[in-house]
């Protein structure tokens, strides 16, 4: 089963725009990851914000966590041609809650039009 | 190349056959995991590894499949009596056990069964 859930599940912007995918997760967590996937390839690791953390940033990459809600965003800026992708989050679940694998959801597809 | 390792990256095999894929760690790496994806969705969760111990597996594991992490280096993930509904991408990833820190992802195995 998964345990997150993006949305949208497809976003087509301009280049430049900024881009911003939600996900939202059921069971109490360590931790949350974006993870990067070009078409036909491994997944990439982009960012991980833990439970106690409500925002963090990496480059035009930012991340917030609203463990209240068991959501969490991820904001692209100043989108390029190379960021399309498809985008996932990843959840770490407590220990204690179940086995603390590492559990994805279903996925943005980003396109950025040149 | 010290990343995660996949061996075979593409394998066609018939329905019925048997088939066994490898996935090399990252050295220091003592968790290990296996995915499944198929196009358009998120990886799903199969099982995974704490050194040698098999922690976790997932309900999507059949009796037909088996893996194994003998010496807690390499993993091998083996697919008896192969189905049609096997063929997709499988996904070797490893992390650091301590802080639950990200996974980095192997390029996968493209599974089709005809």
């Known amino acids: 089963s ?12 301009q280049e430049g ?12 967590i360590n931790n949350l990851q974006w993870y990067r996937q070009n078409s036909g390839r491994g997944l ?14 990496s480059g035009r990459l930012r991340v917030t ?20 992708a498809s985008y ?27 | 190349d010290t ?19 490898r996935c090399d760690p990252i050295s220091e790496h003592n968790r290990l995991y296996w995915y ?20 976790e597996k997932s309900r999507l594991l059949s009796d037909r499949f088996s893996a194994e992490r003998p010496k807690g280096s390499f993993s091998t993930l083996e697919i008896q009596r192969t189905e049609q509904g096997d063929s997709a991408m499988y996904l070797c990833a490893s992390s650091l056990e301590q802080g639950f820190t990200e996974a980095f992802f192997g390029q996968g195995t493209r599974l089709t069964v005809v």
């Open chain 1, 44 to 57: 990439v690791h982009l960012i991980l914000i833990r439970s106690n953390e409500r925002e963090k940033h």
């Open chain 1, 88 to 114: 996932f989050c990843a959840t770490v679940r407590l220990a204690g809650g179940g086995a603390d694998g590492l559990t994805f959801g279903k996925g943005t597809h980003l396109i950025i039009q040149p």
């Open chain 1, 2 to 13: 998964q345990q997150g859930e993006e949305d949208p599940q497809a976003l087509s912007i």
């Open chain 1, 65 to 84: 966590l609203d463990t209240s809600k068991k959501s969490s965003s991820l904001l692209i800026t100043a989108s390029r041609a190379a960021d399309t």
């Open chain 2, 36 to 55: 499944r994806q198929t196009l358009g969705q998120g990886p799903e969760f199969l099982t995974y590894f704490q050194n040698e111990a098999q922690l």
């Open chain 2, 3 to 21: 990343g995660v390792s996949q061996d075979p990256r593409h394998k066609i095999t018939k329905r019925g056959q048997n088939v066994t894929f």
């Open chain 1, 17 to 28: 725009e900024n881009a911003t995918m939600n996900c939202s997760y059921k069971t109490s």
